[in-house]
């Protein structure tokens, strides 16, 4: 096996950040999983606790934390409108001063910096799909905004700790992203559906259905973010699945995968909710030899799985 580093992931207990964390542990890597727990639960790290390198500190990277470490993973923020809404200034600091704070650790280690960027800072795109090159259509003023921007503005961290301060960083920007471990009530619309659909509660489409976005399963995503902190590019790169589907075909195809008997019910569309979206993937294909391989129906088959064998009780909507 190659060389074996200390690795930061934070936000490392997250649907996402369990996953790395797994997945680098595997790898026989030191881990330090350091999160606040605001939208996860411990269970998606606690298995690991008796592998000799994995350890959990529970830390808000908005304040300085002191470690000595090989690489950082950042993958800390709510990630779902619902949890990143709950708390837009306290989403903001973690975006801002959670990257300042872990940008001079990587700057004070030596460390390889990773930022979870999304497809988000494209706002509500004029241009479809989105190369990296696309600028956004963000509105400043609107409900979105605390994570949009808060993306936007560590993007431009990223870069000026690179270009001042020669922090090897390498940014990506994730697409929706679907799988086990999420959380049952983010508000996210795979999560609501499958849930609504076990529950027999109707499935709520937003608007009229009409609007897009392109699902990439978890483990193709991991796979990709793992591979570009071990490539020498800075970024950003987009990382997705360009399958793009409607919201009311996403309803319909989970409805009848689960035999469920609810009823589709319409209400209305949230504030700035982009009305359409997908990935252009030619960076990541051609720098990082990357592209999914899990079919929608594929990694739907997967979640359903794992939300069956979840007790809905135990999860909780998210404390400040
Ligand atoms: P998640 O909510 O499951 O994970 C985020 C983790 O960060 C949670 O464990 C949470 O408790 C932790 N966290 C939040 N604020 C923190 C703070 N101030 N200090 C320490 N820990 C904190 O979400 P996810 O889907 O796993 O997303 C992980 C990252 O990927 C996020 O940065 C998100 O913005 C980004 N992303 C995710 C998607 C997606 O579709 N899942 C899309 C685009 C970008
Ligand atoms: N959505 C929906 N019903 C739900 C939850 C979401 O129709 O119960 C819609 C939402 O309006 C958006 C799309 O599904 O158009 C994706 O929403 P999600 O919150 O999963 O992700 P994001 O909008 O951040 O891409």
Redesign the pocket.
């Known amino acids: 096996m190659s060389q074996i580093k200390r690795i930061l992931v934070?936000?490392?207990?997250?649907?996402?950040?369990s996953r790395i964390c797994e997945n680098l542990v595997e790898q026989g890597h030191d881990v330090i999983c350091?999160?606040?727990?605001?939208?996860?639960q411990k269970s998606n790290v606690t298995h690991l606790l008796s592998r000799p390198n994995f350890e959990i500190i529970r830390?808000?990277?908005?304040h300085p934390v002191w470690l000595e470490v090989d690489e950082i993973y950042?993958?800390?923020?709510?990630?779902?409108p619902g949890?990143y809404q709950y708390n837009p200034i306290?989403t903001m600091k973690?975006s801002v001063m959670?990257s300042i704070n872990l940008l001079g650790m990587a700057k004070r280690c030596g460390a390889r910096y990773l930022f979870?960027?999304?497809?988000?800072i494209y706002g509500d795109p004029e241009i479809h799909p989105q190369p990296e090159t696309y600028r956004g259509s963000v509105n400043t003023l609107g409900p979105r905004a605390c994570?949009d921007e808060g993306?936007r503005a560590a993007e431009t961290l990223c870069m000026d700790y690179y270009r001042s301060n020669k922090v090897p960083v390498r940014i990506v920007r994730?697409?929706?992203?679907?799988g086990p471990r999420m959380?049952p009530y983010?508000g996210?619309v795979i999560s609501n559906f499958i849930r609504q659909a076990f529950t027999g509660e109707p499935i709520t489409i937003y608007g009229d259905g009409s609007q897009t976005r392109s699902f990439c399963y978890r483990d193709d995503l991991v796979d990709a973010i793992i591979k570009m902190m071990n490539s020498d590019q800075v970024g950003p790169i987009n990382i997705g699945n360009p399958g793009e589907y409607t919201i009311k075909q996403l309803a319909e195809i989970i409805v009848e995968m689960t035999g469920s008997k609810s009823k589709i019910v319409y209400t209305d569309l949230p504030a700035d909710d982009p009305k359409k979206r997908q990935p252009d993937i030619t960076l990541a294909r051609k720098h990082l030899q990357w592209e999914p391989t899990t079919q929608l129906r594929d990694g739907l088959k997967q979640t359903i799985e794992w939300f069956r064998g979840i007790e809905l009780s135990h999860y909780r909507p998210p404390t400040p």
């Open positions: 934070a936000g490392g207990a997250g649907f996402l950040g350091v999160d606040n727990f605001f939208t996860s830390h808000d990277i908005i950042n993958m800390a923020c709510p990630a779902a949890h306290k973690t959670g979870a960027s999304t497809s988000e994570y993306k994730i697409f929706n992203t679907y959380h983010d996210r």
